[in-house]
């Protein structure tokens, strides 16, 4: 009896990533970093897919916290900022549950995040090995065209931009975009005074990965 019992519980809290699948959040995480930043970026990465993947995403996206059961009410969750990232064991397998039952975690560092993350990214999946993801995926071909593969939206310290992933049957389940800064380039022109072209790439970046998450 005990047995079946966690399983109708598992299932109860999985459900709800496939009956609410026009709604995107942003991940609170404890640490503090501020996992706040870019406020006007997903708001205006939303807009964007609405116009041209033809998408019907709320206006407005939710704020979510890591170890909250909530998060299965999303098929998309955000994660960003540019210091510390602490998940407890709790949080972990809280995240681990979401990703492989069809959930999607992207990451963008700010600036900052990445030597904290690496070491909390264990802790969800400490049996898989975070890999880098080549240019000839299909997050990088399908809507929109990227042959080099991740694009470089800001330059902090000269170096390559890089996508990495963790992959749950095949399916990718968690992006982490590095040294590319796409949220900054979400943002609303005012904000960083990108070109035109730069803030295009961006959200041209961010609607395949918005689109890779709503189709696997």
């Not at 299932?11 to 959040?25: D, K, M, R, V």
């Not at 206006?59 to 098929?75: L, T």
């Given at each position: 009896m005990k047995k079946i019992t966690i399983t109708l519980l598992?299932?109860?809290?999985?459900?709800?990533?496939?009956?609410?699948?026009?709604?995107?959040?942003?991940?609170?995480?404890?640490?503090?970093?501020?996992?706040?930043s870019n406020p006007t970026a997903l708001p205006n990465l939303i807009s964007y897919c609405n116009t041209n993947l033809n998408t019907t995403i709320k206006?407005?996206?939710?704020?979510?916290?890591?170890?909250?059961?909530?998060?299965?009410?999303?098929?998309f969750i955000h994660m960003t900022g540019h210091g510390n990232v602490f998940f407890s064991k709790s949080?972990?397998?809280?995240?681990?549950?979401?990703?492989?039952?069809?959930?999607?975690?992207?990451?963008?560092?700010?600036?900052?995040?990445?030597?904290?993350?690496?070491?909390?990214?264990?802790?969800?999946?400490?049996?898989?090995?975070?890999?880098?993801?080549?240019?000839?995926?299909?997050i990088f071909k399908d809507k929109f065209i990227f042959k080099e593969g991740l694009p470089k939206i800001h330059e902090h310290n000269s170096k390559r931009p890089q996508a990495f992933g963790f992959f749950h049957e095949g399916r990718l389940v968690l992006l982490f975009t590095y040294e590319s800064d796409l949220g900054d380039g979400w943002e609303d022109p005012s904000v960083h005074n990108d070109p035109k072209e730069i803030r295009?790439?961006?959200l041209k970046m961010g609607a395949n990965i918005i689109n890779y998450a709503f189709k696997h």
């Open positions: 598992f299932i109860t809290l999985i459900t709800p990533i496939f009956s609410s699948a026009q709604e995107i959040a942003t991940l609170k995480y404890n640490g503090g970093g501020d996992w706040y206006e407005k996206p939710q704020v979510v916290e890591v170890g909250s059961s909530s998060i299965f009410q999303y098929p949080d972990a397998q809280n995240l681990q549950d979401y990703l492989i039952s069809g959930g999607f975690l992207h990451i963008d560092d700010n600036y900052g995040m990445e030597p904290y993350l690496r070491k909390e990214l264990v802790k969800i999946f400490p049996d898989k090995e975070l890999k880098e993801i080549g240019k000839n995926h299909e295009k790439k961006a």
